[in-house]
C-alpha cells in the first residue's frame, strides 16, 4: 500500500523557506497569497492492510519522521 | 542487441564523432562497432576525455621538478614531495555546462568529482578553492545562476567536509549564459601511500563500491565537448547529475581505510564517462585487459541496457582492482561504512576491455588504443582581426580622471573587485581545524598536521607542513593579449603567494576556451599555452596536471579565454605567515616595484578595471610582464619577511595601487559585523610625468604594498634596493581616512565607508 | 582522566575535537563508532559536528538512533559529562538529552565566520574557567543553527539559568544584528537541567590553537577538564 506523510512546520515556528516563497510569488504577480509553509512529503510503500500500516506508520512518524517539537504531520493512506 | 539503434551517419555525428573517427575506429578494431562500443568511442574520444584537439598544445607545459613524484597526465592528479616523506596531491578542473544548465547540482558534482581525483591518489583531501565566472550582476538569470551554484558549492564542500579556503569570482558580459565553475581540491599523503589506477596483476578481481548506478549523467563528456545553446541544453537536462556528498565521505574514508590495508592493485574513480573510462583506462595503464559484466553492476533503474550502465556517469562511484586473496578485506571495510559494493570483472592479459552483459559479449575492444590512440589534431590558428583595434588603441581618447574620489568608490563597489564575503560565508572555510589564513587576504594558508595523513601519522614529533594556494586570472587581459595576459595570471598567483610568506611549487591550470575550431579562438589557446608556460617555468612551479574546457560559447559569442591558474607555495615557519591588511599605526607603508611599467605606453590602462568600469572600454594593450622582475621580486618580498621585516603585504591587482591601498586599509575582519579598519596617509607627488588615472588605478605588474614598523622602514628600503627592486616609502598607517596625494591634488576618503561599498556591493545586488 | 568522542557517519569535526583534546590539552581520547553500545570508561563523551547521515530528513534526526546514543544516554542519566558541538548539538536535541531543536539559518544560507559569545552563566562545567566578563570569540559552521523551543520551556531555561552562550557584538551586547541564525534570545548553548550535558553551535575545537591565532575556545574544555579533576593541570 502506498502511504503519504505530509510534514509541516508547527504554526508557531518561523518559517523563513515559507516566507521567502510567499515574498517570490507576490514578486512574480501572484495575487492573493496570504500564508505559504513549506515541509517535507514522503511516500512510503508498505506491507498490510490499512489499519495495520496506519498504526505502524504514526509510530515511526511519531518517533522519527516528524519532530515533535517543531513539526506536526497527517498521514494519507491509499486504499 | 537487436534493439539496438543500427549505426548510420546521423548516429555517429549525434556522437560527436567524425566520418573520420569512424573510419580510424574500424580500423583500429578491424570491423564495424556495434552500438555500444560506437558509445564508448564518442566518450573516450571526446575532447573532455581525449584532449585531441590540445593535447598537442600541452607538451608545451614545464612538468618537470625534483619535487615531482607523479607528473601531469600520468594519474588522475599530479603528486608533489614537500619533505619528511610528505605529499600533496592537487588539481583544478571544471564543471562548466553542467552548472549553466542545472547551476546547483552541475557545481556540486564538480566539487565532488575534484574531491574523487584527489583521494583516489591515496591522499586524504584537505581543503579545496574555486574560480567562478559570471555574467553581470544586474541580469536576473546572472543571478540565479551564481546564487545556484555557490549553494551547490557550499552543499557539497560542507557537507563533504572539506574547508573552502580561498577563490576568485568575475563578474564579465562576455559569461553570460556560459558560466565557468573550476574546482580545486589538495590532499595530504606520504609517499608510501601512493595510489595508481592501473588494472595490475592478472586474475586480480576488479570491484565497483558506491551507490547504484542510474541515468544520471548519460554521456555527459559528449555533452561538455559540444557548443552550449538552448537546444542543447534542453537535449541535457537529463545529463546532469545529481551528487551526494554524504556518500562521497563515506566513500573516501572506506577507499582510505582499504588503501592501508595493501589489498589495492589499482584505483580509479568513476568521473567523466563512468564505467567506461575507469575500466580502460586502468587497462591501459596496466598494460593488461579488464573483463567485466554488467549484470553485476548495482543498478538504481528497471531495464538499464549496457549503453546505458557503461556511459552513466552516477556520481560517488569507485573502482577498485584487488589483490586476489584480499577480497574479505573490501568487503569487511565497505560493510562497515554501510556502502554498496559489488565484484563485477577481473583483470585479463589480453589488453582487452571485454564488457559482458549476463555473460554474452557486448563490447570487446582494445584498451590502450581507446584510452591513448584518440585522434590528435593540430587546429589551425589565425591571430584574431580584434587585436588591430586593441593594438592601436591610445590613451589620446581618455581624459584624465578628474574626480579620482568618485572613481576609487565605484571601482571597489564593482562586484568583480568587490569583497565576496557574500560567497566566502557560506563556505565552512574552517574545517579541519587547519586553517591559518582565511578567505579575505591574498592567499589561503593552512597547516598540515598528523591527522591530514590518511590513517593519521605516528611520528612523535611530526613534521607540521604550511601550505599557501591562490588561483588567478584576469580574463580581460587575456582577451586583449592571450600570451601576455596569461604570463601575467601565473606572476600575479606567485606574487599573491609570496605576500602571504609562500615560495611557489607547483602549478594547476583549467584552460576555458571557446570552439577549437574557430581558428581565431585556437590562436588565443595557443598563445595562453605559451604564456603560462613561460611563467610556470620562471617561477620553478611545474604543471603538475589540469583541465581543458573548450566550446565556452554561446549563441552571442564566445567567453573571454580564460586560462584559470591556481598555484600553490610552501612556507617555511609559521613566524613568515603575512596577511594583507595593515596592522599597526605609525607603521610605514612602502611600495615595491616600479609605480608605472616602464615603457607601457597606456600605462597600464590597457584592459584595466578602471577602463572598464568609468569609461565604458575593455580596450588597450594589457600591461606586459617581465617574469624576471617578478622573479626578483617574490624572492626579495620573500627575504624580507623571513627577516621578519614586514607586517603586511598586498599586490596591486585589479583597481591598481588605489584599490590595494584601500582593501589594506580595512579587509581585515575581526568577527561578525567588527572590521577593523586602519587608514594611512599616503604621498605620491614625488612621482612625476605620469596621469593621475595610471598612477591610482592603472595596473602594471610587478608591484607590491608593504608595511613595515617605521624603524624598519629604511632598513627595508636599502635591502630592496640591493636586490635590484625600486623601493619608495609612500605613506604612515594611521587615522580614518585614506589620504593620497598626488602632483595635482590631494584625496580623502573615510575608511569605513570605502569598507561599506566594498563589503556591501555584491549582498546587495542579491538581496 | 579520558575523552570520547562520538563517530557517526558524515561526522567531520571528529578529528578536530579528539586533536584538541588529545594534542592541545593533552589527554587520553579515543574515537567511539557509533555502532559501539557503551562509552567504555570514558570521564566525559563529546558529540562532534558535521553532517551525521548527510543531515537528511532533519540534521542528527538518523544519528540519534545510533547504538551508541543509547550508551550515552545513560552515561548522561549517572551524571556523566556530555558535550555536543554543532552537530553534536543537533543530535542530543533530537534524542531528547536537550529541550528545543536547531532549524534552518533565518538568513537560509550557511553562515561560516567568527562570532562573539556572551558567557550567560558561569556555573556550568562548560564554563566554570572562563574569565567573569570575557567575550569569546569562537568561528560557527552551520547551516541549521537557529535554536527554537516553544514558551514554557524557554520560560524554563532561562529561569533556570540554563542559557550557556547568547550571540552578542563586539561590545557584549545582545543585539538581533548579532545573531547570525535567528536563534531564540540569541541563544548559542545550553545546558539540561542536572547541568551535565551541554550543546553549543559554536566550534570551540577550532579556537583553541594559538597556531590559528585563536585561543577562546580553550575555555571550554579547561572548564570541563577542571570540572572532572579541580586537582588537573592542562597542557
Known sequence: MKAKVIITPKAEVLDPQGKTVQTALEQMGCTGVSDVRVGKYIEIEMDGDHDEVKAKLSEYADKFLANPNIEDYRLKLED | MSSDPSITPELISEHGLTAEEYDRIKEIIGREPNYVELGIFSVMWSEHCSYKNTRALLKGFP??????????????????????????????????????????????????????????????????INSLRFGDLSNSEVRRLFRGVVSGIAHYGNCFGIPTVAGEVYFDKS??????????????????????GAAKGVGNPVFYVGPATGRDGLAGAAFASQDLTEKSAEQQRSAVQVGDPFMEKLCMEACLELLATGAVAGIQDMGAAGLTCSTCETAARGGTGVEIDLAKVPQRSPGMTPYEILLSESQERMLIIVEKGREDEVKRIFDKWDLPWAEIGKVTDTGQMVVKNHGEVVADLPAAKLADEAPVYHREAKEPVYLDEVRSFTLEAIEDCDDP?????????????????????????????????????????????ADSVPGGDEREDFPEKIIALAVDCNATHVYLDPYEGSKASVAECARNLACSGASPIGTTDNLNFG?????????????????????CTAFDAPVTGGNVSLYNQNPDGAIDPTPTVAMVGVVEDEAHVTTQW?????????????????????????????????????????????????????????????????????????????????????????????PCFLGAD??????????????????????????????????????????????????TVGGDQLKVKLLNGEYAWEVAGLHDLWWNSIGNAMA | ??????????????????????????????????????????????????????????????????????????????????????????????????????????????????????????????TSQIPEGKLMRIPIAHGEGNYFCDANTLDEIE??????????????????????????KNIAGICNAERNVAGMMPHPERAAESALNEKDGRLVFESLIQSLNPASTTA
Open chain 2, 63 to 128: 612538468v618537470e621538478s625534483p619535487r615531482v613524484l607523479v607528473g601531469a597526465g600520468e594519474e588522475n592528479a599530479g603528486i608533489l614531495d614537500i619533505g619528511d616523506n610528505l605529499a600533496i596531491s592537487f588539481k583544478i578542473e571544471s564543471h562548466n555546462h553542467p552548472s549553466a544548465v542545472e547551476p546547483f547540482q552541475g557545481a556540486a558534482t564538480g566539487v565532488g568529482g575534484i574531491i574523487r581525483d584527489i583521494f583516489t591518489m591515496g591522499a586524504r583531501p584537505v581543503c579545496a
Open chain 2, 175 to 196: 559569461y553570460e549564459g556560459n558560466p565557468l565553475v573550476n574546482a580545486f581540491a589538495l590532499g595530504v599523503l606520504r609517499h608510501d601511500q601512493i595510489a595508481r
Open chain 3, 1 to 126: 582522566m579520558n575523552f570520547a568522542v562520538l563517530q557517526f557517519p558524515g561526522s567531520n569535526c571528529d578529528q578536530d575535537c579528539a586533536h584538541v583534546l588529545r594534542n592541545v590539552m593533552g589527554y587520553p581520547t579515543r574515537l567511539l563508532w557509533h555502532k559501539e553500545n557503551n562509552v567504555g570508561d570514558a570521564d566525559a563523551v563529546v558529540v562532534p559536528g558535521g553532517f551525521s547521515y548527510g543531515d537528511y530528513l532533519r540534521t542528527g534526526s538518523i544519528a540519534r538512533f545510533s547504538p551508541v546514543m543509547g550508551a550515552v544516554k545513560e552515561f548522561a542519566d549517572n551524571g556523566g559529562f556530555v558535550l555536543g558541538i554543532c552537530n553534536g548539538f543537533q543530535i542530543l536535541c533530537e534524542a531528547g538529552l536537550l529541550p528545543g531543536a536547531l532549524i534552518r539559518n533565518r538568513s537560509l544560507q550557511f553562515r561560516c565566520e567568527h562570532v562573539y559569545l556572551k558567557v550567560a552563566t558561569y556555573d556550568s562545567p562548560f
Open chain 2, 682 to 731: 599616503v604621498d605620491l607627488s614625488d612621482i612625476k610625468d605620469v596621469r593621475s588615472d595610471a598612477l591610482l588605478f592603472g595596473e602594471s605588474h610587478g608591484r607590491i604594498v608593504i608595511s613595515t614598523s617605521d624603524i624598519d622602514a629604511v632598513k627595508t628600503l636599502e635591502r630592496a634596493k640591493l636586490m635590484g627592486v625600486p623601493a619608495q616609502r609612500i605613506g
Open chain 2, 515 to 535: 570552439n577549437p575550431h574557430n581558428p581565431e579562438l585556437f590562436w588565443q589557446l595557443k598563445e595562453s599555452v605559451r604564456g603560462l608556460s613561460e611563467g
Open chain 2, 582 to 674: 595593515f596592522k599597526d599605526k605609525g607603521d610605514a607603508v612602502i611600495l615595491l616595484g616600479e609605480p608605472v611599467g616602464k615603457g607601457d605606453t597606456l600605462c597600464g590602462l590597457g584592459g584595466s578595471a578602471y577602463l572598464q568600469v568609468i569609461h565604458g572600454c575593455k580596450n588597450g594593450k594589457p600591461p606586459v610582464c617581465d617574469l624576471g622582475i617578478e622573479r626578483t621580486l617574490g624572492t626579495t618580498l620573500l627575504g624580507l619577511i623571513q627577516s621578519d621585516l614586514i607586517k603586511s603585504a598586498h599586490d596591486c591587482s585589479e583597481g591598481g595601487l588605489a584599490v590595494a591601498l584601500a582593501e589594506s586599509c580595512f579587509s581585515e575582519l575581526h568577527g561578525r559585523n567588527t
Open chain 2, 405 to 449: 574620489k568618485s572613481a576609487l568608490e565605484k571601482l571597489l563597489e564593482w562586484p568583480t573587485i568587490a569583497s565576496k564575503n557574500w560567497v566566502y560565508r557560506q563556505y565552512d572555510h574552517m574545517v579541519r581545524a587547519n586553517t591559518m589564513v582565511n578567505p579575505g587576504s591574498d592567499a589561503a594558508v593552512i597547516r598540515i598536521k
Open chain 3, 159 to 184: 529561569a533556570n539559568d540554563r542559557i550557556l552562550f547568547q550571540y552578542a557584538d563586539r561590545e557584549g551586547d545582545i543585539t538581533d544584528h548579532a545573531n547570525p541564525n535567528g536563534s531564540l
